[in-house]
């Protein structure tokens, strides 16, 4: 059996599953998040486990609306109530997926479930996360089970030699670019040259999948992700590993050494990312926004710092910075890639998803054109819908910021 299937069958009473079947499934950690709250009129009488739940308080944090404020103070109440520990409030905030990571929320062979259709970026601690709708997500607190049906997998194999200057983003743009959409199926990445991603790295591929529309996306564990864990919990896991002879419904093999740094154009990340030297001609920019659960990780502003050092922002180019979490923001600071990014002219905001939504700072005008490193490009994601959204790495996002237009970042970072 593939990984997603050994992980479903061992929590649905482990006995083998096949891709198509239905199962019912034992849940080890359910994340709410602070836009479930702003339902009212549901009551509920049990939690089945407190242990196993998280709330963060994510997505509009500190609260922009009276709504929001409304929906925070209930995760408030509702934790105290229940007796829920892991409340992520403001001042410990961050966005739900880099909270998982950074606090090991899920561990290796556990399944997870969140109310956020990104959920699937926790298959880098090789765990079966997936996003699910709210009211599921609210019976899975309730009664502590969910059902799944059981996918086809597509396994993804490295090979060569990741260059200078190409990051995470880079490398998922690659596989959208290989892959197209994969509606209903998983994507299982290889242990083949693994070791080249860090898990920041792996976080953002496995974040981006969901724009495949992915059921699942999940790496194997190894040292990198074990080095990882072993500094942040103390609790037991169970790594899970395909079966020899596994049955997959393709295999793509993605070459690190021939990738360069590409976009997603406007509109869609499926079939639709290009190098940026294809571009048919320069596309100027308004923003540039640099964030999300997918790259506002520590490892996208010390790349952006990198990028920005003795350079300033072009003007009329706006520069936002989102870090992922109030640790990210910390780390940040003392590394000085804050001040480094203050200096060029960047404005840096309280962890949240913020403009990635386009719920919360840096929502775009009518017509304009943002480069970002966050999670989606369709119309009205950010803004208006006659805005146009560019997603690619984050040393993309800080050179085009530079020059105005997109551009490619890797004679910023000293690759010829």
Same mark, same amino acid.
């Given at each position: ?17 096949? #891709?198509?079947? *239905?199962?019912?499934? $034992? !849940?080890?950690?359910? =994340?709410?998040?602070? %836009?479930?709250?702003?339902? /009212? ?121 990741? #260059?200078?200057? *190409?990051?995470?983003? $880079? !490398?998922?743009?690659? =596989?959208?670019?290989? %892959?197209?959409?994969?509606? /209903? ?232």
């Amino acid at each position: 059996m593939t990984i997603i299937e050994q992980i479903l069958a061992a929590h649905s009473g482990g006995g083998p599953v096949v #891709p198509g079947q *239905i199962v019912t499934c $034992d !849940v080890d950690r359910v =994340v709410e998040l602070d %836009l479930q709250f702003a339902m /009212g009129g549901m009551t509920v009488r049990r939690v089945h486990d407190p242990s196993k739940v998280a709330i963060v308080l994510d997505h509009a944090a500190p609260a922009p609306t009276v709504l929001d404020a409304t929906s925070h103070q209930r995760a408030r109440r509702f934790a105290e109530e229940f007796g829920i520990t892991d409340l992520f409030d403001i001042g410990r905030q961050g966005i739900s997926h880099q909270l998982v990571l950074e606090h090991a929320l899920a561990l290796p062979g556990q399944v997870m479930a969140c109310a956020d259709s990104h959920t699937c970026a926790s298959g880098a601690l090789n765990c079966a996360a997936r996003g699910l709708g709210h009211l599921e997500i609210l019976q899975i607190v309730c009664t502590g089970q969910t059902w799944y049906r059981v996918p086809e997998t597509v396994l993804v194999s490295f090979t060569g030699t990741k #260059p200078p200057g *190409i990051a995470g983003k $880079d !490398v998922f743009l690659a =596989v959208a670019a290989e %892959l197209g959409s994969i509606e /209903g199926r998983a994507i299982e990445f290889a242990p083949t040259a693994l070791d080249q991603l860090s898990m920041d790295e792996r976080s953002t591929i496995a974040t981006m999948c969901a724009e495949l529309s992915a059921e699942f996306a999940i790496f194997p564990c190894d040292d990198v992700l074990l080095d990882h864990l072993a500094a942040r919990t103390t609790k037991p896991f169970t790594p899970v590993a395909a079966s020899p002879g596994a049955a997959y419904a393709a295999h793509h093999v993605i070459d690190l050494s021939a990738i360069v740094p590409r976009v997603a154009t406007p509109g869609a990340v499926p079939g639709n990312t290009v190098p940026i030297a294809d571009l048919p001609a320069p596309v100027r920019i308004d923003q540039a926004f640099i964030g999300s659960c997918a790259n506002g990780k520590l490892s996208d502003l010390a790349e952006a710092a990198r990028v920005l050092t003795g350079r300033h922002v072009k003007p009329g180019v706006r520069l936002l910075v989102t870090p992922a979490s109030q640790d990210v923001y910390l780390q940040a600071v003392k590394l000085g890639y804050v001040e480094t990014l203050v200096e060029a002219g960047a404005v840096v905001t309280s962890s949240t998803c913020g403009a990635c939504y386009g719920g919360h700072m840096g929502l775009l005008a009518p017509g304009e054109v943002c480069i970002t490193s966050s999670t989606r490009n369709f119309e009205g994601r950010m803004g208006h819908e006659t805005a146009r959204i560019y997603l690619g790495g984050s040393a993309t996002v800080a050179a085009s910021a530079v020059t105005g237009v997109i551009t490619d970042p890797r004679p910023f970072l000293g690759v010829a």
